[in-house]
């Protein structure tokens, strides 16, 4: 689905994938998704991009849902935060790559970690604790990337120990984030300043 000129959503059939957001002006995908190589392909090329095409990946963190097609992506540039690479290299429980698919994380060649706050090209990152140790965001433009931190229209989701305290710290730390457009990892697009003042607010039932 095209959302502007300059970034695609990619909608996977499969239940639990998250959204894949396609930047046709970098050659990049925002997360890999969950789904058959077959698929990815078919679902790339209505953007008019191809496995192939794809030159970079910004992981928003090593969930399964997030992760598992990267195994398709064997060339590509992969920008992840540390704690992200680390729990794929290792196979980490908490990807939940072995209770769902039944096989282990697949890493292209090419890894570039961060720890947030770095800017690669016209990519910014953003550290934000909460949902998982791992979790980031990307800002790309005045689109705001934020995989598993926010859900429009959704409650937060946590799976980590102080994960309420961490989500309100990040949060906190993106106050300042000029940006129009939140593009989350599951629900639909939002207005950004709306939907993170809402899920602060959504954090007090927790």
Do not use: W
């Amino acid at each position: 689905m095209k959302i502007s000129s300059n970034v695609f959503k990619i909608e996977l059939r499969e239940q639990f994938s998250c959204n894949v957001f396609y930047l046709p002006e970098l050659n990049a995908l925002i997360d890999a998704g969950l789904s058959s190589k077959q698929e990815l392909e078919s679902e790339l090329k209505l953007a008019g991009a191809s496995l192939d095409s794809i030159e970079k990946v910004f992981l928003t963190h090593a969930h399964f849902d997030h992760a598992f097609n990267l195994k398709y992506l064997p060339n590509v540039e992969l920008y992840a935060h540390e704690l992200a690479i680390a729990k794929l290299k290792h196979d980490d429980d908490s990807t939940f790559f072995k209770e769902t698919t039944g096989e282990k994380p697949l890493l292209p060649n090419k890894i570039v970690s961060f720890k947030g706050g770095e800017v690669f090209g016209e990519v910014k990152t953003f550290f934000t604790p909460g949902h998982c140790e791992e979790a980031s965001c990307f800002l790309y433009e005045d689109y705001f990337f934020a995989g598993d931190t926010i859900f429009v229209n959704g409650l937060p989701r946590i799976f980590m120990q102080g994960g309420k305290e961490l989500l309100s710290e990040s949060y906190a730390s993106l106050d300042k984030v000029n940006a129009k457009t939140v593009c989350c990892g599951h629900n639909q697009e939002g207005e950004f300043k709306k939907e993170l003042e809402r899920s602060r607010s959504e954090l007090e039932y927790f």
